[in-house]
Every structure is written in C-alpha cells, then in structure tokens.
C-alpha cells in the first residue's frame, strides 16, 4: 500500500508477473490484486538435487495490491473506508515509498517528499484505528460501570492504546507495555497501525540525498528500533528476492524442509514452533498424533551425502513434542 503513483502496481506486476493495471492516475487500482510468489532459498533446490526429487515446492508469501490510499482516506476521502478494510484483512504491511524523481509521473502532492509521504500514510492508519478503538470504549461503558472484570480489563488496555494513538504513534509502539490478556484484546480490533509494516523504498531513478534521508528518520517501533526497509526498482527489478525474503521475515515467519524422491517443499511455519505445531503445515494428525520427528540440518545431511551416512554419524536426531524447529531443519514426521 502507499500513496497514489508511488509505483504499487508497478511494483507488484514486475513482482507477481501479474497483469494488473499500472496507468499514470490515483485510483487506477480499485479493487485489489493478489499474487502468490516463492520465496527465493537456494537450500530448497540443493536438496532437491540431493535427493532427485521429481517435485520441487517453494513457500510462498501472498502480496495484496491495494488502491492508493490518501490524505484523509480515514474520513472517507478518496476510496476511503473501502480500503482501509482491505488493509485490515492483511497479517503485514509493506508500506511503498517514492523516492524516484520523474516529472511525466504525477505525484498527489505535486512533490517528492518521501518522509512526509510515510507521516500521512501511517497518520491515516493511526486515525482510522483511533475510530475504531473510540467506538469500542464507548461500546464497553455499560459493562464498565457494572464491573464486569473481563469489560474493565480490557478498557483499560484500550486506553493504553488510545493515548499512543492520541500522540499520533502507532499502535505497535505500545506493545512493549500490554501484557498476553492486553494483546489478545487488542487483537480482536484487527487495528491497522499495530501491524507489522515494511517500507519499501521505490528508489527507481532515486536521488542518493532522498535514500539517506529517509533510512536515517524511518518510524521507530516499540523498542525505539527503526523500521524495517528494502530498496528495490521495479523498473529494472531489483531487490526483489529481498523484498520478499524481507516479507516472508517480517510475517515472523520461517522455513522447514521435507526432502525425497517424490518431492523436496518447504514448509512456512511461525518462528517458535513445536514439532507438533510444525507438523500442522503438512497435516493436522502430525499434531494431533505426534509421536516422534527425526531432524537434521539441511547442510549436515547434504555433507553426510546421505541419509543412511546421516545416521550413521549420528547427525539425525530424534526429537520430542517439546521440539522447537530451527530455520533450515529438514524434518521426518512420526506419527
């Protein structure tokens, strides 16, 4: 998402390979796109020829293009509401941002002002969130003044949120402050500002001041950190397999492999899991009937040049429920 003309669409058709419209005016994209693309990892493809697979499966990460959005979008200007819920039905935002300069593509603000572009997007988000958590403080009053116990925790987390978003931050930056019961709240919200966003900066034909202004004031999350960024060009398509391999970390996401004659695929968990829980992403009876996996590191088995090498050295390992796969595991399932 991003600001009209920002070169979403542009972006995202050289990303997807996916036709979708990039013409030179606001509110060219209405509705939005969604393209699936593979996450690029050379270890998937070692394997695979480790193994001779005869299929070779990629994880994915699933890029939405959304319309532009614009200065008041939270009080319905331009396409307004329409896609602030589309927004809000993503797990994580990659906010676009011009830094190219081109005087045949028209800018909303008749300006290249990156830093000030990234201020009304996410004061858009913080506007359009603070509605939203309004709404529901008003909706928890009655149950408040009866002393419902559940209602007055959960006013009191939405306060927190409320004076964050009230300071014009995001909703994120107070995350370091709400307890698990607090999170869970909050969640239910859906707020557009707490999720997680990568700004991509679109420096095609970019001047080096604009870059290094930008990537030295970027928003800071809640550890005061400055956001995560990628550069790309979608004209000459660079810096593409870092945005998506930046996507695929900022979704907290990671990857285990399944390697085999029939296929080698690497399966998308959340960052943490059990064995049982990564079990999940192949089919729910590895959670549900989980006895045993065997794991090794996808290096150490393509050192040992086999399984049964493997073995015999003592690289696999048989691990338990209380397991936590590892980035780069290549895991057999027990059940």
């Known amino acids: 998402m991003g600001l009209p003309n920002v070169g979403k669409s542009t972006l995202f058709n050289a990303l997807t390979k996916k036709a979708v419209p990039a013409e030179n005016y606001p509110f060219c994209t209405i509705d939005p796109s969604v393209g699936i693309v593979p996450v690029p990892d050379d270890r998937l493809w070692k394997l695979s020829e480790f193994s001779k697979s005869a299929k070779t499966i990629p994880a994915v990460v699933e890029f939405v293009d959304i319309a532009g959005l614009v200065k008041g979008a939270s009080m319905g200007e331009g396409l307004g509401n329409k896609f602030l819920q589309n927004i809000r039905e993503v797990d994580a935002i990659a906010e676009v941002v011009r830094i190219f300069e081109d005087k045949d593509i028209i800018h909303v603000h008749n300006k290249i002002d990156p830093l000030s572009d990234i201020e009304v997007i996410n004061l858009e988000l913080i506007l359009a969130d603070l509605q939203t958590v309004e709404k529901r403080r008003a909706g928890l009053q009655k149950d408040i003044k009866s002393h419902k116990k559940e209602a007055v925790e959960e006013g009191e987390a939405l306060a927190k949120i409320q004076k964050v978003l009230e300071d014009s931050k995001l909703a994120r930056t107070v995350l370091a402050s709400l307890d698990e019961k607090e999170i869970e709240y909050v969640k239910l919200l859906q707020l557009l500002s707490m999720k997680p966003i990568l700004y991509v900066l679109n420096a095609s034909e970019a001047a080096a001041k604009n870059l290094t202004e930008v990537k030295e004031n970027?928003?800071?999350?809640?550890?005061?950190?400055?956001?995560?960024?990628?550069?790309?060009?979608?004209?000459?398509?660079?810096?593409?397999?870092?945005?998506?391999?930046?996507?695929?970390?900022?979704?907290?996401?990671?990857?285990?492999?399944?390697?085999g004659e029939d296929e080698s695929r690497a399966w998308t968990i959340v960052r943490d899991s059990t064995a049982p829980v990564a079990g999940m992403a192949i089919h729910t009876d590895f959670r549900d009937k989980f006895i045993r996996a065997e794991v090794i590191e996808w290096d150490k088995l393509l050192s040992a040049g086999s399984y049964?090498?493997?073995?015999?050295?003592?690289?696999?390992?048989?691990e338990g429920k209380e397991y936590v796969v590892k980035d780069g595991d290549v895991v057999e399932f027990r059940i």
């Open 218 to 259: 970027l928003p800071t999350d809640e550890a005061g950190i400055p956001g995560p960024y990628v550069e790309v060009d979608p004209i000459f398509e660079k810096g593409f397999d870092d945005l998506i391999k930046k996507a695929y970390e900022t979704l907290n996401l990671m990857t285990y492999f399944t390697t």
């Open 308 to 318: 049964a090498k493997a073995r015999e050295k003592g690289l696999v390992r048989t």
